[in-house]
């Protein structure tokens, strides 16, 4: 009887770790909440309410996906794009290297990130720079885990 009450706090003291663990995870499903972008000395939004964009990581790879939630009847507004690739994450050093883009001059690219879990949300903040496309700037972008 003794060992089996033991065995079973053992199970549930290993099963509360593991799931402490998905949850500071960065694995998983996000949506994007927020984004601000640094320019030069300027900082603006561009979350843009009217869209809805995912970012879904898992083991290995990442992808994001974004479209307009008019489900592209508006043709001025349609939106929709969407990339994916693999990634390294070393402790909060997260480096996206892009591999598939519908913006094909963004392919082949490596973006590195600082990126910290707080609860729910991750937040992720680095440089997008593609000197061939003259792009060099700081995005902050915010993310809540999709249950």
């Given at each position: 009887?003794?060992?089996a ?14 799931s ?7 694995e ?6 927020s ?23 898992n ?15 508006d ?22 290297n892009l ?17 910290k ?19 060099n ?5 915010k ?5």
């Amino acid at each position: 009887m003794k060992n089996a009450i033991s065995i079973l706090i053992l199970i549930i003291i290993l099963s509360s770790c593991n799931s402490e663990k998905k949850q500071n995870s960065i694995e998983g499903t996000w949506r994007l909440i927020s984004a601000e972008t640094t320019e030069k000395d300027s900082t603006f939004s561009t979350f843009n309410p009217k869209t809805k964009m995912i970012k879904i990581i898992n083991d290995t790879h990442f992808a994001f996906f974004n479209h307009d939630l008019n489900n592209g009847k508006d043709s001025i507004n349609a939106v929709f794009f969407g990339g994916g690739g693999k990634y390294t994450l070393k402790d909060s050093i997260y480096t996206e290297n892009l591999e598939y883009f519908n913006n094909r001059p963004w392919e082949n690219n490596k973006f590195e990130f600082v990126v910290k879990i707080q609860n729910d949300t991750l937040i992720q903040e680095g440089i997008e720079k593609l000197e061939k496309l003259g792009i060099n700037r700081i995005i902050t972008e915010k993310y809540v885990r999709e249950k």
